[in-house]
DNA sequence: TTGTAAGCGTTATCAT
DNA sequence: ATGATAACGCTTACAA
């Protein structure tokens, strides 16, 4: 038993439109009709029915996020710590923010589809992109408002926030290098994700630029998760060359190479160096604590969510491209010495 | 320019109702026209417009979840992991969950008010319950659907999903005497969390079952964050007759707590032990790996989930109280030698 | 087998 | 200052 405009305008004599306007502080309304209506409404406990506001305003106050298997997980702490941040800025001026879980069985872009054109969503938010992404593709071609996080290779414009993975690297192999390390492995994720693309290319140019051999055997590709780190440490130990440095796509993977190393008997920071990237809450406390790139999570999250608002609401965007610089964060996984 | 059932109607001669009935494979509709509509339904790339369903349907498919300042946030590894499970379930059925962050300067119970009165959601999740839950006593009070991940104390009948918080006390603690430890501190959260209340029920129980001495400054409350752990580490080491063993509310306190000692020249796992509680991912490979009471976190979502569909689709439910026993996993940190 | 009409709860337009 | 009326896009009696 709800209440609803109507049972206000039959309790204080009034037609719907009056009670609506009244409520709406519309000006042409008489201030006595305007205290009592909204009197009233709070008596019976009145809540707009948001569903009928959105049929009428064709707008949902809802931002979307769709989540694939192929994506960050909700468990990954720096998946959590950006979305954290999208949710923070974006309940602050009342959106809501529906999150889907694609199906694995269904295709992805349906998905899209549906919450899009179903109207559930006024704009959506593509995270982990893909070099060559169909989900931008989609939104660009369907004229959807949406920002990434994350650019891509094939050249369309669209809104993005990223974090500039190259200089993060250079700086981490540069460390490296100057630490004496000459043979630095890289664990790395799919390269068809476009931050990982861009690690690499950094992870190239610095090897030229500090006259490091490049050895492809060095580089080895897995699931950007602990599991994946700890397996792909495990191949590079094994080599009958092993690297002295490991660098990686994330801190998630740093955290199973040393997991590996130190099964190995190594000793993290002396025997072997390694190095992560987004510095999540984990990276301070590990044992050694891990040195890695910083990515500003929460402010990432903040700016996505800022900029998705601004586009939902039909304003034009101030910035339609961030990147944001990344801060090497030395600790002692790569150097024990420093620290003792 | 989005496409609908008039559209359609238009197209193929039809009348909206007709369209719709064949749309939804009535079977009082002609197999010919059902075929015309809906390939014409096809080939326009319609899409239902899910506001105006919902608004005549009175049914949302939609899940909300509150997060308060004062609960656990998105970027909690081991509240990441039930989300992850709860939105795998419920993605399944086609349901979506909406995420509303409270604003801290509002009442987060006026959030609540307007997500169901709005119709936006058909059930809500409430998640880390206090001993007594206002959240719960409004639910209960407006008769809204809803799941506790957590239990109240106030006697109140309603669905939930738990852990045994107190057993699994009782098993760190049992463990830790089983060492030889008399002298265990306990790093809690605010006892007004429910899971609190019980870890400490449990813990004062185990501690008489093993014949310690209670010692009331051994017990220190703290943020269930990992700087909380790390102050009330602090705080614990400082004494002056500190202990030799350390039980935590959860694993990031752990975490924080293993930070602390190391930074005050102790040997985790030989000069002190420490068990945390939740079994975090990072659990498992930091430096010691850490002791702790498994929860099954991924299925406890799922398990919430599932539930809430069932009752928000006005399902009887089959078990109203799930309280599922946790597991003690005994790593590094309360015994470095069991592994050397 | 199909169409007409009413209604879900709101807001906007146009009279009065 | 207020009210009728239509509209948002869809579903569902009820009629034909």
Same mark, same amino acid.
């Given at each position: 038993m709800t209440i609803t405009l109507k049972d206000i305008a039959r309790r204080v004599n009034r037609s719907v439109t009056t009670v609506s306007r009244a409520l709406h502080d519309y +000006? %042409?309304?008489n201030e006595e009709t305007r205290e009592l209506v909204k009197r009233t409404a709070r008596e019976l406990g009145y809540m707009p029915n948001v569903v009928a506001q959105r049929l009428q305003? #064709? #707008?949902?106050?809802t931002l979307g996020l769709i989540l694939s298997t192929s994506g960050p997980r909700l468990s990954d702490p720096h998946f959590g710590e950006v979305l954290a941040g999208v949710s923070d800025e974006v309940a602050q001026v009342g959106f809501d923010l529906l999150i889907s879980i694609s199906d694995? =069985?269904? %295709?992805e872009l349906e998905l899209y589809r549906q919450k899009i054109s179903g109207r559930r969503v006024d704009g959506v938010l593509v995270v982990r @992109? #893909?070099?060559? %992404?169909e989900r931008v593709e989609f939104l660009l071609r369907h004229n959807v408002p949406f920002v990434a996080y994350g650019r891509t290779l094939d050249g369309r414009d669209f809104p993005y926030v990223d974090v500039d993975h190259a200089a993060g690297m250079r700086a981490s192999v540069q460390h490296l290098s100057d630490l004496g390390h000459r043979r630095i492995g890289f664990v790395t994720g =799919?390269? +068809?994700?476009t931050l990982v693309h861009y690690q690499m290319e950094g992870f190239r140019q610095a090897m030229t630029a500090c006259a490091l051999p490049a050895d492809e055997s060095l580089v080895v590709e897995a699931d950007l998760t602990q599991r994946g780190g700890y397996g792909a440490g495990q191949a590079l130990f094994s080599? =009958? %060359? *092993? *690297? @002295?440095a490991i660098v990686t796509s994330n801190d998630l993977m740093a955290l199973g190479v040393m997991s590996a190393a130190q099964d190995q008997g190594l000793d993290v920071g002396r025997d072997i160096a390694v190095s992560g990237f987004d +510095?999540? *809450?984990l990276a301070e406390t590990s044992h050694p604590t891990l040195t890695t790139v910083r990515q500003p999570a929460h402010r990432l999250g903040q700016l996505l969510g800022h900029m998705l608002v601004g586009l939902a609401r039909g304003e034009p965007l101030s910035e339609q491209h961030v990147l944001i610089q990344p801060s090497l964060i030395i600790r002692? =996984? @790569? +150097?024990l010495d420093l620290w003792l």
């Open positions: +000006d %042409d309304v305003k #064709r #707008r949902a106050d694995p =069985s269904l %295709d @992109t #893909r070099c060559h %992404d =799919s390269p +068809d994700f080599q =009958s %060359d *092993p *690297p @002295t +510095d999540i *809450p002692q =996984s @790569t +150097d």
